[in-house]
Nanobody, 120 residues
């Protein structure tokens, strides 16, 4: 199983980006999916999560600016980011809880990260 993230880049303050992360490989089902970020010198932190049923959860710092969504048919999770601030600058990592077969346990997988840089 692989998670391939894309969509990062350099934007000015107030700009927007949409991140995508597609899961591929031997997949029976995907439970929760999410986005985390890690700024230089800081610990990785939760940005947003979404359940298979569509329930969402956001970090207080991004509420009202970021929107997480998923396409279950395509095993893809998205993060729409608007009104970006310099403090949003970080590597963004996608995460998914995946079962590879009907009898296997759910395991956590991480994408390789995509860099978001917001200039002031």
């Amino acid at each position: 199983v692989q998670l391939q993230a894309s969509g990062g880049g350099l934007v000015q303050t107030g700009g927007s980006l949409r991140l995508s992360c597609k899961a591929s490989g031997s997949i029976f089902s995907i439970n929760g999916m999410g986005w985390y970020r890690q700024a230089p010198g800081k610990q990785r932190e939760l940005v947003a999560t979404i359940t298979s049923g569509g329930s969402t959860n956001y970090a207080d710092s991004v509420k009202g600016r970021f929107t997480i969504s998923r396409d279950n048919a395509d095993d893809t999770v998205y993060l729409r980011m608007i009104s970006l601030k310099p403090e949003d600058t970080a590597g963004y990592y996608c995460n998914a809880q995946i079962r590879q077969t009907i009898i296997s346990a759910t395991r956590e997988y991480w994408g390789q990260g995509t860099l978001v840089t917001v200039s002031s």
